[in-house]
């Protein structure tokens, strides 16, 4: 069985040596491959991909030109990944990118029919309350228990990715997995997983209530078309 981890990377040259580092221990695990996205940085991220990854064999790095939404970085990343189980998670170190292979006991217990998550512990409290809130609106408007739907790593097989149509490009990958997933009516799986602080930098959406609030809007939006392209 074998893994490919895909990790979209816009500005994240300060996190890059933690991150590569960490995803090193997964070099003795045979066959998992690590997939870092350049998501069209504009900071020296490219640069510093390439000096960190040329020792490791199991982690390779894209480069996408221009930043067309954290989902299009992802599935730049699916589109070149090898595995037969895939996998997705941030790149800024508040969730552990060894998660994996607590994610990977799911699939050797259960089959590919499995659509793993984690359920994030340990985050500030107006995060979690923003969280439960957005948990009963996807619910209530799409008829599917849908919790921590941004939690992190998220763990599929290729059949399931395969039979994907028209995924978002934008934060809403997320929520179109996990629904997909649900209408699949594959096995879901939850693992707890610490949420830390951020190493170094800020985040590149949740800075402030102004940018919650669009991200918010952008959600809603999608959470409707979603509705609609189903029926």
């Not at 090193?24 to 640069?47: C, F, H, Q, R, Y």
């Not at 699939?107 to 590919?112: L, S």
């Not at 994907?164 to 996990?178: E, G, I, R, T, V």
């Not at 602080?197 to 800020?202: L, Q, S």
Request: net charge neutral; proline share 3%.
């Amino acid at each position: 069985m074998n893994l490919s981890l895909i990790i979209p990377c816009y500005n994240e040259a300060q996190n890059l040596q933690l991150l590569v580092e960490r995803c090193a221990g997964l070099k003795d695990i045979k066959d998992i491959e690590v997939v870092l996205v350049d998501n069209g940085s504009t900071d020296n991220t490219p640069e510093c991909m390439a000096e960190l990854t040329r020792h490791h064999d199991h982690i390779r790095f894209i480069r996408v030109d221009v930043n067309k939404g954290y989902g299009f970085g992802i599935l730049a990343g699916l589109e070149v990944a090898r595995g037969n189980i895939l996998a997705w998670t941030h790149a800024d170190m508040q969730t552990d990118p060894i998660d994996v292979l607590e994610g990977l006991k799911y699939f050797i217990a259960h089959g590919d029919e499995v659509f793993v998550k984690g359920r994030r512990y340990g985050r500030p409290v107006m995060d979690v309350f923003f969280t439960i809130g957005m948990t009963i609106f996807e619910t209530l408007l799409l008829r599917r228990v849908l919790i921590d739907i941004n939690a992190q790593p998220t763990m599929f097989s290729r059949n399931f990715y395969m039979s994907w149509k028209n995924p978002p490009h934008d934060f809403s990958l997320d929520l179109f997995a996990y629904y997909m997933a649900k209408e699949n009516g594959l096995h879901i799986c939850r693992m707890p997983v610490l949420f830390g602080e951020r190493a170094y930098g800020v985040s590149h959406w949740n800075i402030n209530w102004k940018a919650k609030i669009k991200f918010i809007h952008r959600t809603l939006q999608y959470s409707f078309e979603l509705k609609k392209r189903v029926r």
